[in-house]
């Protein structure tokens, strides 16, 4: 019901999305790691699952409840109403109307509850009348056909929900009727020899329906570029403001660049490539000229999750976008559309912002991002890392020539070379693909002739500073795994 309504009253903020974003922001730093791990990019559709098992569970306890005791069950849903309410009241895109619906929901589940145990009652006592079977029989019925319809209600609801708030969406519209202006400074041609030519080794470029997606967002932000503001504060000699028709009037950058998430493990697939067209965040904030002692800039979106990036790295020579374009389209929605943040070298826990509405100049002292307090370090430089895409562990392979391919990086510094080593024997130099760039990651391949055995084969990049990746095998928490990626293949004769 609190859905149905959500979808024709305020599609950004449903009962169900409101209650899974509280619950992200509140769940120990360590479930969260579980919960990527566990499920990678379905945490969401998972939490949202658990959380539809919680509320049947729920509505069954509050049934036998009030089954026993009048208004017992009413209770259980009027508390949950009520928790719904204070779920909502934390989000930042929070309305009264939002506040409301819950509480509206949980009105007509009393409502409901008490028409099903008093009809279920009905039938409890007729069924214990002797010589009353046709009686028990039509109120069984009539208790039937109530849930029946209660339940075909709620899933038409559900469906219609859905359906509206897909189409409802003004901002996929809006982001349909927008075309991209050419970069000023276009990105380098891809070269030909990037591609490493290996069938199974990740596509030099991500395509965008493929890019990983990592955010706090439980339904994508509805961001309008038509009333999209950014605002540039804090320790400036003067604030900016600037509209997405401003930003789209600027001379434009388009580049390469490889993103990755913090939480992506040694040979995960929590990191990205893609042309990115953008705005330098340096010229913005030359116009709002940083003050002396400013050293971060903590950006904000608009559903309120912040990241502080070294103001160094939003200044320096390297090519910090306000991205709009992805891979010569607008952002997808759920990449941060109208606009967001790409820095070359930093995971993106403390750079690449979506939905982008506020930079803060400030200090690393005065103010933190969202993930800090949360177990996080203050600063993220993406590690230098490699990863083996073929063969795919586990899987056998005919004896002869077995050729291995995958990517590896090493942002804003690029890759000097890649080794491979069978069963920690000596490293072997692999095939270096050229890069596109230093900020984007590098194709490599390696052929070797192995015999009929089990090879455990592993992985190391060397950066273009001459610094190899660290070995040792550490998580993703507090600041980035690192370890060699490990695969095991089984050589058949
Ligand atoms: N608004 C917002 N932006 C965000 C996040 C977020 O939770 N909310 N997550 C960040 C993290 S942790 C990563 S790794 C990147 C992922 O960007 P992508 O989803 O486009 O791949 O977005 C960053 N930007
Ligand atoms: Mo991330």
Known sequence: MGELLAGFASPSLSPLAAVG?????????????????????????ALLAGMVLVIAGLAALAGVLERRRRFAGALVIGIF?????AAVLTR??????AVVLPLLAAVVAVVLLRLLVGRLKAWDAAASTHGAETAAASSRRSFLQTLGG???????GGVLAGIWRGAATAVSEARARITLPAAVSPAPQVPAAAEAGVAGVSPLVTPNRDFYRIDTALSVPAVNPDTWQLKVAGMVAREVQLSFADLMAKPLTERHITIACVSNSV???????????????????????????????????????TAGTPLEALTDARDALLAVGMNGEPLPLEHGFPVRLVVPGLYGYVSATKWLTEL?????????GYWTPRGWSERGPIKTSSRIDVPRSGRPVGAGTVIFAGVAWAQHTGIRKVELRLNRGPWREAELA???????????????????GQYEVQVRATDLGGRPQDETSRPP?????TGFHTVRVDVKS
């Open 21 to 45: 974003g509280a619950v992200i922001d509140a769940v120990p730093p360590g479930v969260k790691d579980w919960a990527v791990s566990a499920f990678g990019t379905a945490d969401k559709d």
């Open 81 to 85: 109403g009520l928790a719904g309410a």
């Open 92 to 97: 930042s895109q929070v309305t009264p109307l």
């Open 150 to 156: 209660t339940g075909a209600a709620v899933a038409a």
């Open 267 to 305: 040979g995960g697939d929590l990191i990205g490539n893609a042309r990115w067209l953008g705005w330098p965040v340096r010229d913005l904030l030359a116009m709002a000229e940083p003050q002396p002692g400013a050293d971060m800039v903590l950006s904000r979106s608009a559903d309120g999750w």
């Open 360 to 368: 803060k100049v400030t200090t690393f002292a005065a103010d933190t």
């Open 434 to 452: 050229q890069g596109i760039s230093v900020d984007t990651w590098y194709q490599w391949k390696l052929a070797m002739d192995l015999s009929p």
């Open 477 to 481: 928490a507090p600041d980035g795994a």
